[in-house]
């Protein structure tokens, strides 16, 4: 018996968006002439003198809340440098109570539109990267409100093929694999199952009874 009370994404829209493929196609041969903004460059560059002489890998856990996805990561991974990225200073604040006694990661405020941009103009090995249950913007009308819909798609690419995508609306993540297939990825979809959780929205999402899914994407090269 569901035992969460978290409401099931609800959309007119019923299979991947129309204009997906012509937008990923705008996007890919657009400049994007969005300036950085001033806290993301001064969060980039912490986290740039954190890893000043660090050549190991690197793993991103972009739009990551609270952060408990960011140090479950890092004590799965404690050879690799983690960093959890989100926009809200609230939701970055409330980490501590979800900090790992791991001294391999960071979660930091910033625009993950701009970090990525800073990220793939940088010399980072980044080797996986992580999104897990972003914003799905599920109106029709949003499609560009959604990563793989938007200009930031371009920086997310180029950062490594090695992505791993979760969600709780199947859609988005069908759209994910479309888009990212216009860059030479392929992706493999699955249910999310067992009783571990990598974040909050996970643990609330299934104890309400709903299917969370995990998209793995890769090089066809790999």
Do not use: K, Y
């Given at each position: 018996m569901a035992?969460?009370?978290s409401r099931e994404i609800t959309t007119s829209q019923v299979g991947v968006h129309d204009k997906l493929d012509e937008l990923v196609t705008k996007y890919r041969t657009s400049e994007n002439k969005r300036p950085v903004s001033e806290h993301t460059q001064r969060a980039f560059d912490e986290v740039n003198d954190w890893l000043e002489g660090y050549?190991?890998?690197i793993i991103l856990d972009s739009c990551c809340g609270v952060g408990e996805s960011t140090a479950n990561l890092a004590q799965?991974?404690?050879r690799a440098r983690i960093i959890g990225i989100d926009k809200s200073a609230l939701r970055v604040d409330k980490h501590e109570h979800y900090r790992a006694q791991q001294n391999n990661y960071r979660v930091i405020r910033a625009d993950?539109?701009?970090?990525?941009?800073?990220?793939?103009?940088?010399s980072w090995k980044?080797?996986?990267?992580?999104l897990l249950y972003p914003n799905p913007y599920p109106k029709k009308t949003q499609v560009q409100k959604r990563w793989h819909g938007s200009a930031a798609m371009v920086d997310l690419m180029a950062i490594?093929?090695?992505i791993e995508v979760?969600?709780?609306?199947?859609?988005y993540l069908m759209e994910f694999a479309q888009a990212a297939k216009h860059y030479g990825l392929i992706s493999d979809l699955k249910e999310v199952t067992g009783e571990f959780h990598m974040t909050p929205f996970e643990r609330k999402y299934r104890?309400?009874?709903?299917?969370?899914w995990q998209l793995n994407c890769r090089s066809e090269e790999d």
């Open positions: 035992s969460g009370n050549d190991g890998e799965a991974n404690p993950v539109n701009d970090f990525w941009r800073l990220v793939q103009q940088s980044v080797t996986q990267h992580f490594t093929p090695n979760r969600s709780n609306w199947l859609i104890a309400s009874g709903q299917a969370c």
